[in-house]
């Protein structure tokens, strides 16, 4: 067995490497038309060269002009070659904020633009996406990921997820990683093993019902085996390829059971090892297309086997179901119509509640909740079991808006939340609820509902000793409002290293501002900090108070560019959900990326503008959004070459 082994991490994965090719088929190319004329893009071109660039010359580059000159992370050195590059979208919106509200150039500037020239800057820049070529993206051909890995051996084996518990958690982002290492290639086999032994018992024949689901009625006497063999093969792949597989495919499984049948394997043995080949393939660990196009297309749409697959990693980060999978079969799912009524089925089965382990938790940046450390002394509540409550508290609140298909807004306004005996406590709630079970409560405290003060992230946004405006200020900025916060300028010391005659009876607040007195710090800080000041009545925990660690009364009174004002977490969220437009497409953004496993680039920025118009429609309701990602152009194609 030990031999069969290592012929199944040599041979097998390369000979199934050399086979991931898959024969031609004529696809008629659909999808919209491009956003603007050449004409046009040669006007927004010209712009850009007339008036742009002597703006940026002027005055942004004396700070931001090259490697050398890269304050707060921004330098404009490559941007005159190609302005439209994707590379550069977070920058563009980034300068357009700071420009439009005068953050840029600084007070302290030896040139200030005049007011037209501002405008015009200001004007400009939204049309920057114009100048990229109709494209779905850079496409990727990519590995199933921890999560994925072991609900799809759930589905198809009937074994626990965590038979994939030991594989290395991924690196959070809007990415995969899709290369396979020699030490995860042995982590995979052992993984097939753990799954089979779960699956099918340590034996090499036992008659389960689970057996002959897989490999169905063993041969009759006198029947050929390898026929047998192969009929398992084909029925096998179907389900763990997520499509039919090719005949070469098929050949290389049927090597395998010939080579345990020449080492004297029975064939139950034999059909065994068949199925741990598949188990440890690059086309079950890969998500693979069923059919290449022909040479002479650089984009076509998504086969509906690879949709299918697309469609159900992004929202039940498993494989296709039976529904998907004989809808990919009879080649329905490019039907517009047809892939609009999945998405709704699919959002309604409790599987979508995987939607937000892989989305929402990293959106919210709750992921690392369980093992965020807190000072003991200080907040003795915050056990395994409290940790769990207020991630799941996250959990089912993200569900409820989605299944209800409530607007986006009301991730900021929501009315209602879940809650158990220990979380209640945490909210000061009077009504008696006991035990661990989480139930759907009303918020009747304007101050409290929606994730800015959900405790997770009041948690996640706050130090083991204690709260942070600061980082809850850049939390509520970079992942509800989608601006770009550069990071900390070097040699700035942290707010404990303060001298502490000077901040010995100061509040919490106090010394934040104290810190803010740093020119260096000031531009960053002046819109960052107000926003943690208006949320500094929760504690590091989420618990309501008057009085900050130090013992002075907290003041949550705070001002924002534009001369918004307010006194109090409820206002302060008011004025949140007033930027419903910028809540709208960082959200979508994300989603797109996180569907799409990749950062955006500048065509998916008309792509998102198209989106929003339709979001509007229906009242920006969560289902819209959803549905929207899923037919939108990237999405749904692919470029070739």
Not at 108 to 129: G, H, M, N, S
Not at 234 to 253: F, G, K, N
Not at 383 to 399: C, G, H, I, Q, V
Not at 468 to 480: D, N
Request: charge should be positive.
């Amino acid at each position: 067995m030990i031999f069969l082994n290592r012929i199944l991490t040599t041979s097998f994965l390369v000979a199934a490497v050399i086979g991931l090719s898959f024969g031609g088929a004529s696809i008629v190319l659909a999808g919209d038309e491009d956003a603007v004329t050449p004409g046009q893009r040669a006007a927004i071109l010209k712009t850009f060269r007339d008036e742009v660039t002597p703006f940026l010359k002027a005055y942004c580059t004396e700070c931001h002009g090259d490697k050398n000159q890269k304050k707060g992370d921004v330098s404009f050195a490559s941007v005159f070659g190609r302005p439209g590059a994707g590379e550069f979208r977070r920058q563009w919106q980034s300068t357009l904020v700071n420009v439009k509200d005068h953050s840029m150039p600084p007070e302290d500037a030896a040139k200030q633009p005049a007011d037209e020239e501002r405008r015009k800057f200001v004007e400009w820049i939204p049309k920057v996406k114009y100048l990229n070529p109709k494209d779905p993206g850079a496409f990727v051909i990519r590995r199933l990921n921890k999560t994925e890995y072991g609900n799809t051996l759930r589905d198809l084996l009937g074994v626990d997820p965590s038979v994939a518990r030991e594989l290395p958690d991924e690196v959070p982002g809007e990415g995969y990683l899709n290369t396979l290492s020699p030490l995860q290639t042995e982590q995979y086999l052992l993984i097939a093993n753990e799954a089979l032994n779960r699956a099918l018992g340590p034996g090499d024949g036992p008659a389960t019902d689970r057996w002959k689901q897989l490999f169905g009625a063993p041969p009759a006497s006198g029947a050929d085996p390898r026929a047998a063999a192969k009929n398992a093969a084909r029925s096998l792949t179907r389900s763990a390829y997520r499509r039919p597989a090719t005949d070469e495919e098929i050949e290389v499984l049927l090597s395998v059971f010939d080579l345990a049948r020449e080492n004297k394997l029975d064939h139950p043995a034999s059909l065994r090892l068949m199925l741990k080949a598949i188990l440890v393939s690059p086309q079950f660990l890969f998500i693979t297309p069923a059919k290449e196009p022909p040479a002479n297309q650089s984009i076509a749409p998504l086969d509906d086997y690879q949709l299918a697959s697309r469609l159900s990693y992004f929202l039940w980060s498993t494989m296709p179901d039976a529904e998907l999978s004989a809808l990919a079969d009879r080649g329905k799912l490019n039907d517009p119509a047809i892939l609009r009524a999945q998405v709704k089925r699919m959002l309604l089965d409790k599987r979508s509640q995987a939607l937000f382990d892989g989305f929402g938790a990293q959106w919210l940046g709750i992921s690392g909740l369980r093992e965020k450390r807190f000072d003991p002394a200080k907040f003795p509540e915050m056990t395994p079991a409290l940790r769990t409550a207020m991630y799941d508290e996250a959990r089912l609140f993200f569900d409820s808006i989605i299944r209800e298909n409530r607007g986006i807004l009301d991730f900021i306004n929501g009315d209602h939340t879940f809650v158990n005996e220990s979380l209640a406590k945490i909210y000061g709630l009077q009504e008696k609820i006991s035990g661990p079970q989480m139930r759907r409560v009303r918020i009747k405290d304007a101050n409290r509902g929606g994730i800015l003060s959900m405790p997770a992230t009041l948690a996640m946004t706050s130090f083991p000793e204690r709260t942070s405006p600061v980082k809850r200020g850049a939390w509520v900025l970079e992942q509800l409002l989608g601006e770009h916060i550069p990071p900390a300028p070097p040699n700035v010391p942290a707010l404990e290293k303060q001298d502490k005659n000077k901040i010995a009876n100061l509040t919490l607040r106090q010394r934040t501002e104290l810190h803010r007195t740093n020119s260096v710090c000031a531009n960053c800080h002046k819109i960052m900090d107000p926003i943690g000041f208006g949320l500094e009545n929760f504690d590091a925990i989420g618990r309501w108070r008057v009085k900050d660690e130090s013992g002075g009364d907290i003041d949550a009174r705070g001002e924002l560019p534009g001369g918004k004002k307010f006194s109090s977490p409820k206002e302060l969220k008011a004025i949140i959900a007033g930027r419903k437009d910028d809540l709208a497409r960082n959200l979508a953004e994300k989603l797109l990326a996180y569907a799409l496993c990749r950062q955006l680039e500048g065509y998916d920025q008309i792509v998102v503008d198209r989106l929003l118009e339709n979001l509007g429609k229906d009242d920006d309701r969560m289902q819209t959004l959803i549905t929207e990602v899923v037919t939108s152009y990237p999405f749904t194609h692919r470029r070739i070459k």
